[in-house]
């Protein structure tokens, strides 16, 4: 079991697993999140599975962090301006760790911490195939996740359990601007991160830019057609350093900035979707694990 | 959990196969009672909420869009008649904005849904 990590190295992990995994958006793209409307009385379901997978070498111990997260989303108008919100994630984290030839393993899965948010859109410009829309939200995660899981070794850090322990509110803006041919997305929220038994992550702030355009049909035609677009998007994410005990982990924290290039295809009832996040500027404190991709895929139904 | 993991792509799959072909099923109202203009509808996806809310007004038989032209068709039954205001509401309900109703048979218009 040698190379595993130690609690407080682990503290780095948690920026490339837990929150990407758990970020506040529910996505009209792919990552990204929307201003378009719910109906009120109406919804969206949405399953997703994404594969984050994380490497680098510690403490002359080559380790690979893999974590498959499937998060159901579920979407409820409660008026035509006000929607509600709910994400809850199913996660299995699997790290694996290699020294001088000694393979050690430690693995977690269950439920994280789900998170609950309402939506309120604030300015609606409508026009023939298009649309302009600006909604604020906010919300909070909740700690249903555990974070006392132990294996054979005992009780696996605070970074790698499944949950975080606290009641960490977030809040944010969205602006939607879709037009029949293309579709445009930019959200920016902030997350603040209370302690919880003696540890606190830090905040976390992010931008998040999306478009899309439509490949096919070309010409519209009559009807209700289905549409298939390419999607680019741009997630830009912030984190504070880790504390415990009121100290603070200069190995954790930093910034990612990933490009996202996808597709979606959309029906009038469902969409389905892919997208690969490839991290194109890790600056990351002090010597954490570097981010290799997140891949994407999911599929959402109107209710 | 690696099972419900697994579980959950087999749930995918299945939805999409039962979902699917009513996904691709829209009805065609070729001489409707009442034809809306919408603003707002830029999607297919989009479109749905809109058909949901009108389907649930009693007098409205079938309906049909043409995204292109923000135009929704309404078909209603037989005899049948509706209020403008009812058909506000489920447009402005969906998330979307009304830009004009016509009664393309003016016996079908009422104050209320009959």
Redesign the interface.
Known sequence: MRGLPSASRAFRYFFVTTLLICAPQVNAQITTNTALPISAGGGMLRIQTKIIRSSGNQADADRQLTVVAVPFVVVYGVTRKLAAFGIVPLLDKRMESTSEGALGKRNVSGLADVRFFLRYTFVQKDSRGATLRIAPFAGTMIPTGSRDVADDMGTLPRPLQLGTGSWSPFAGVVLTRQTFAWQIDASFSYQYNPEAGGFRFGDEARLDLASKIRLLPRQLGGGLPNFFYANLESNLIWRGENEMNGVENLDSGGVIWYLDPGIQYVTRRMVFESAIQIPVIQDLNGSALKNDFIFVISVRIAY | ??T??RG??I??VL??AL??Q???A?E?VENPDVVL?V???????????????LKKIDSVQAI???????EVRVKLKEDAKIAEDHIRKAV??????L?QIEYRDKKTQSSLDI
């Open positions: 959990m690696k419900t993991i959950s792509f749930v995918v939805l999409t979902l699917i009513p996904t691709m829209q065609t203009l603003d707002g509808l830029a999607c297919p996806l989009c479109a749905y909420g809109l058909e949901k809310n049909s869009i043409e995204l292109e032209k923000g402005v309900d969906a998330g979307f904005t830009n």
